[in-house]
């Protein structure tokens, strides 16, 4: 079986996680950013990984997805947001809807991701009527996913590649 572990990452995040995936995968994967030329016939297990941007997947993920067909699909998602959060669910089944014909998906993967800096620091100025405005528990939230991915999630994210590779 051939297997592709494909990522999009503006600040380094799920290239990170997209990393340790191939780890547990082992040296039958091989990894590429969505900005690669990939010749999406060749594989038949696609690890796909996006990071959310405003409550959906990134554009260039967005737009890559849409080609996948016919494969069986392992996600991985890195956001700002608690991984167990319906934001996190919810940004996860958008993914799988972007989809193409007939992917089944194997099994999925999602992590908390430090915030660009800049996205912060302008949050931070936000008015209390603002819908991010800084409140206490969003605060906790940033400060939170401010280290992560951390080692531990790093070695999650290759025990992910590493069962579902175990359960084909
Ligand atoms: C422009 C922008 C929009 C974002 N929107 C969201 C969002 O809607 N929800 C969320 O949980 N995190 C959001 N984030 C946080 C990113 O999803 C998170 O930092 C992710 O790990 C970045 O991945 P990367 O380092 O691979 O680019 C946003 C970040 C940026 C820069």
Same mark, same amino acid.
């Given at each position: 079986m051939k297997i592709a572990v494909i990522y999009s990452s503006k600040?380094?995040?799920?290239?990170?996680?997209? $990393?340790? *995936?191939?780890e547990g995968v082992g040296a039958q994967a091989q990894l590429f950013s969505v900005d690669d030329e990939i010749s999406l016939?060749?594989?038949?297990? *696609?690890?796909?990984g996006f990071w959310v941007d405003k409550g959906s997947p #990134?554009?260039?993920a967005s737009e890559f997805m849409s080609k996948? $067909?016919?494969k069986k699909v392992a996600y991985f998602v890195t956001l700002g947001?608690? /991984?167990?959060?319906?934001?996190?669910? #919810?940004?996860?089944e958008k993914g *799988?809807?972007?989809l193409g014909e007939h992917c089944e998906i194997v099994d999925s993967f999602i992590c908390?991701?430090?915030?660009? /800096?800049k996205l912060m620091e302008w949050m931070m100025t936000l008015p209390e009527d603002h819908p991010h405005s800084p409140d206490e528990k969003r605060i906790k939230?940033?400060? #939170?996913?401010c280290n992560r991915p951390d080692s531990t999630d790093l070695l999650h994210a290759k025990e992910f590649g590493n069962n579902v590779i175990r359960a084909l």
């Amino acid at each position: 079986m051939k297997i592709a572990v494909i990522y999009s990452s503006k600040t380094g995040n799920t290239k990170k996680v997209a $990393s340790a *995936i191939l780890e547990g995968v082992g040296a039958q994967a091989q990894l590429f950013s969505v900005d690669d030329e990939i010749s999406l016939d060749e594989y038949d297990l *696609i690890f796909m990984g996006f990071w959310v941007d405003k409550g959906s997947p #990134d554009k260039k993920a967005s737009e890559f997805m849409s080609k996948i $067909s016919w494969k069986k699909v392992a996600y991985f998602v890195t956001l700002g947001a608690y /991984p167990d959060s319906q934001h996190a669910k #919810d940004s996860l089944e958008k993914g *799988i809807a972007l989809l193409g014909e007939h992917c089944e998906i194997v099994d999925s993967f999602i992590c908390q991701g430090a915030i660009d /800096p800049k996205l912060m620091e302008w949050m931070m100025t936000l008015p209390e009527d603002h819908p991010h405005s800084p409140d206490e528990k969003r605060i906790k939230r940033w400060e #939170d996913a401010c280290n992560r991915p951390d080692s531990t999630d790093l070695l999650h994210a290759k025990e992910f590649g590493n069962n579902v590779i175990r359960a084909l």
